[in-house]
């Protein structure tokens, strides 16, 4: 990690008062620095309503240049539609070749991804379906191994990764799949099953969270970290919920919504530093089986359904606080 030099430099053996970034000062036997390092709890603010409200939609690409598709309305008819968000409103894209809910997603808003879910074919409600997106129209790529729906998505479209979701009775499972823009192979399974669970990262380094594990009612605060070929256990969420929806990286994921215990839509942020989740703002509107995209320093949350069990149309920005301050190293004898 590079250390900034260009603040105020104060050897007295006290602490900033209020450090800035690039500032070095002397206390209790440390030097110290101030940098930008970890999450401090940020605010929601409202962005452009989607032309459809709907649930169990997926998301992909950031703040400026977001993409949302599929999903069910109020009516639980299965959607095709996609849109693009320009950080101000969204616009119509390409219809996807089946409409359908309970998918994921993950790429960006010219190269986008997204697999699984479940169709309107009462003989065959299972989706394997993958479909491509260039920022224009969706045409198809390879199926998954296996019907899915709630599974959770992340990654890019030539180094896509799914994990978690379930059949048509919604028990969960842990398969995880990994994608190479041409057809989907097996990776290392999640340690603990899940469905409507939240994912964010990249294939090498993925990292998912929360979500229902086997049983009524059993909601999840499990993370778990993926290094490219198997899961590890990370910090758990603070809120154990299902339905939320993820944004970020492995060392810097943000999760936002979600149904906990009460079976109502939440609104708790949460940010991750690769260790732990700390609380951020809340949503201004509680929201569950929603999509997320971004960062976690420029997330959106998009649609989902209400305390009254409706879909709402409202996408909401995320913005962070500024970093705190960290001891960068022990002085030595001599120093």
């Not at 409507?196 to 990292?207: D, H, I, N, R």
């Not at 690769?274 to 995209?293: D, I, K, M, Q, V």
């Amino acid at each position: 990690m590079a250390l900034y030099i260009g603040g105020t430099v104060n050897f007295g053996d006290n602490e900033e008062a209020s450090p800035a970034e690039g500032d070095i000062w002397y206390d209790s036997g440390k030097f110290c620095f101030g940098t930008s390092l970890s999450f401090t709890p940020g605010a929601w603010s409202s962005g452009g309503n989607v032309s459809t409200a709907r649930m169990l939609l997926a998301g992909a690409g950031t703040q400026s240049a977001g993409l949302c598709m599929g999903g069910a309305d109020g009516s639980w008819q299965y959607k095709n539609n996609t849109e693009e968000y320009n950080g101000t409103s969204w616009s119509d894209g390409g219809n996807l070749g089946t409409a359908r809910s309970s998918l994921a997603g993950c790429g960006t808003q010219s190269a986008g991804l997204c697999m699984g879910g479940e169709n309107a074919d009462p003989n065959d409600p299972g989706d394997k379906v993958t479909e491509e997106y260039d920022g224009s129209v969706w045409s198809s790529g390879g199926n998954l191994a296996n019907d899915c729906k709630g599974l959770a998505g992340c990654g890019t479209q030539t180094a896509g990764l799914c994990m978690g979701g379930g059949d048509w009775s919604e028990d969960p499972t842990n398969v995880t799949q990994e994608y190479d823009g041409t057809s989907w192979s097996s990776g290392g399974n999640i340690g603990t099953d899940r469905i409507f669970l939240a994912a964010c990262g990249t294939q090498s380094a993925g990292l998912c969270m929360g979500g229902r594990e086997s049983g009524y009612a059993n909601f999840s605060a499990v993370t778990e970290e993926y290094d490219g070929s198997a899961w590890s256990t990370g910090g758990s969420l603070i809120t154990a919920r299902e339905g939320l929806a993820g944004a970020g990286t492995q060392s810097a994921g943000l999760c936002m919504g979600g149904s906990n215990a009460s079976w109502l839509a939440g609104n708790p942020t949460e940010a991750y530093n690769g260790t732990s989740w700390s609380s951020g703002g809340n949503l201004l509107t509680s929201r569950f089986l929603c999509t997320g995209a971004g960062t976690q320093s420029a997330g959106l949350c998009i649609s989902g359904l209400d305390n009254t069990f409706t879909p709402i149309n409202s996408t909401e920005e995320y913005n962070p606080g500024p970093g705190s301050y960290e001891e960068l190293f022990t002085a030595s004898s001599g120093v």
